[in-house]
């Protein structure tokens, strides 16, 4: 099982729609996770950590499932600027040591059209 | 956005150049990272630094040679690469380095050796 793992999409939605992203890790010991917005050609950007009782930003929001080992991310009323690849991180934590250092799923590409 | 910059943005290289690329943070950070990003995989960390010192190197050819002369700054020094080598070499910067700490990344250099 890979250590992060995404659907690529890509997934091509229209303006105004909710679309949902999720991710699944394979250390159980993970205690950091965070959703990254990466836009062509550009660097990964923050776009929210993920916490244990779920959150939300506006129009994001982040879910973990522990037991599941499973992240999720929702995007709803969809902007046309939302296109980007969203990057689901995770700590790679080391057992009975420090937390790790992030490791990087390979993204799933959102376009919205108009 | 000013907190972690990097030079050259593009850089051209020949197999028997040496060149360095340059990043500097503006975050009051104590650790700093180089990830090599290539074309449809995930962000590969190449080296950790904490405190000036390397803590994590990730299996990187002897032809990637990094510096950290303050908790500041991080260089990249390249000599004698191959054309595999081409892809978006990236910076990041986080308060603690393995402590699943969220990193703020630099806009990258895009390398291509020819």
């Known amino acids: 099982r890979k250590e992060v793992e995404q659907d690529p999409g890509p997934f091509n939605v229209p303006e105004g729609a909710t679309v949902a992203f999720n991710c699944t890790y394979s250390?159980?010991?993970?205690?950091?996770f965070f959703w990254y917005r990466q836009d062509c050609r550009k660097e990964p950007k923050l776009l929210m950590s993920v916490y244990s009782s779920g959150n939300e930003d506006g129009r994001f929001t982040a879910q973990l499932n522990r037991a599941s080992q499973y992240i999720s991310l929702l995007i709803r009323d969809s902007k046309l600027s939302d296109s980007a690849t969203y990057l689901c991180v995770v700590n790679r934590r080391n057992y009975g040591g420090s937390q790790g250092n992030l490791i990087f799923g390979k993204g799933t590409k959102l376009s919205v059209k108009p | 956005e000013t907190g972690v910059t990097q030079t050259p943005r593009h850089l051209v290289m020949g197999m028997t150049n040496k060149k360095s690329l340059k990043c500097e943070q503006h975050?009051?950070?104590?650790?700093m990272y180089w990830y090599k990003q290539s074309a449809k995989k995930p962000l590969e960390l190449m080296f950790v630094?904490?405190?000036?010192?390397?803590?994590e190197n990730n299996s990187v050819p002897s032809r990637f040679s990094p510096e950290c002369p303050n908790s500041s700054h991080l260089f990249l020094h390249l000599h004698t690469l191959q054309p595999e080598d081409s892809a978006l070499y990236l910076c990041?910067?986080?308060?603690?380095?393995?402590?699943?700490?969220?990193?703020?990344f630099g806009p990258g250099t895009r390398l291509t050796v020819t």
């Open positions: 990041a910067s986080s308060h603690i380095a393995g402590e699943g700490y969220e990193q703020y």
């Open positions: 630094y904490s405190l000036e010192e390397r803590v």
């Open positions: 975050l009051g950070h104590n650790a």
């Open positions: 250390n159980s010991a993970s205690q950091s």
